[in-house]
């Protein structure tokens, strides 16, 4: 199993470009996390899905957030307009069930200038 | 207050010693706990979780929880150099909540 699978690994934007990360989960997960980590913040979790359908976005700092799982194998996180405060590290996660940990992805490392 | 707290650290210990991490947490319905360790510019990775008051051992990893206090810790024997990382501590309902972690330094 390749594990999770984020892309890309780096991303450099100008403030207000759009910019899309990408989440492939583990095969047969049926959660997908994406979490944002700061040094000042730790890890937030932004929103979680469960077999696609998003459960919980209440982490989603505002409108400019989005995220989407079309289905099982791929999901998106998108913000659009970009600003120089987002640049964190993205994680995405997921997971087989409450009796097991998370796998995460090896992040998205986002600077805005 | 966070919902999973931890002292930041450094935590620093000589090598061979035992390595103390703790963590507490606020939402009595957290069902499990996790323990996650994350190296500089790497991902987190799982160590060990725990459910059931008492002790877990996994080789040289002790995870210790008990409800009635909101306590988990993760104790390291034999603390390596190659232990030095942050360590995280999580809670679980229906999502994982992660403390900021705990750095840990084992120098030789």
């Known amino acids: 199993d390749a594990g999770v699978i984020q892309s890309p690994r780096h991303e450099v934007t100008e403030m207000g470009q759009e910019v899309t990360l990408r989440c492939k989960p583990i095969?047969?997960?049926?959660?997908l996390f994406w979490y944002r980590q700061t040094m000042m913040r730790g890890l937030e979790l932004l929103i979680y899905f469960n077999n696609n359908v998003p459960i919980d976005d209440s982490g989603m700092p505002e409108d400019r957030f989005s995220a989407k799982m079309p289905n099982a194998s791929f999901s998106t996180l998108k913000i659009q307009p970009s600003e120089p405060r987002d640049s964190a590290v993205y994680f995405c996660a997921s997971w087989a069930g409450p009796s097991y940990g998370y796998t995460f992805g090896s992040g998205t490392r986002l600077t805005v200038v | 207050q966070k919902e999973v707290e931890q002292n930041s650290g450094p935590l620093s210990v000589p090598e061979g010693a035992i390595a103390s991490l703790n963590c507490t947490y606020s939402d009595r319905g957290s069902q499990s706990f996790f323990w996650y360790r994350q190296y500089s510019g790497k991902s987190p990775e799982l160590i060990m979780f725990i459910y059931s008051n008492g002790d877990k051992e996994d080789g040289r990893f002790t995870a210790q929880l008990n409800k009635a206090s909101q306590y988990v810790s993760l104790l390291i024997r034999d603390s390596q150099p190659s232990d030095s990382a942050t360590y995280l501590c999580?809670?679980?309902?229906?999502?994982?909540?992660f403390g900021t972690g705990t750095r840990l330094q084992v120098f030789p």
């Open positions: 999580a809670a679980n309902t229906d999502k994982l909540i």
């Open positions: 095969s047969g997960h049926d959660y």
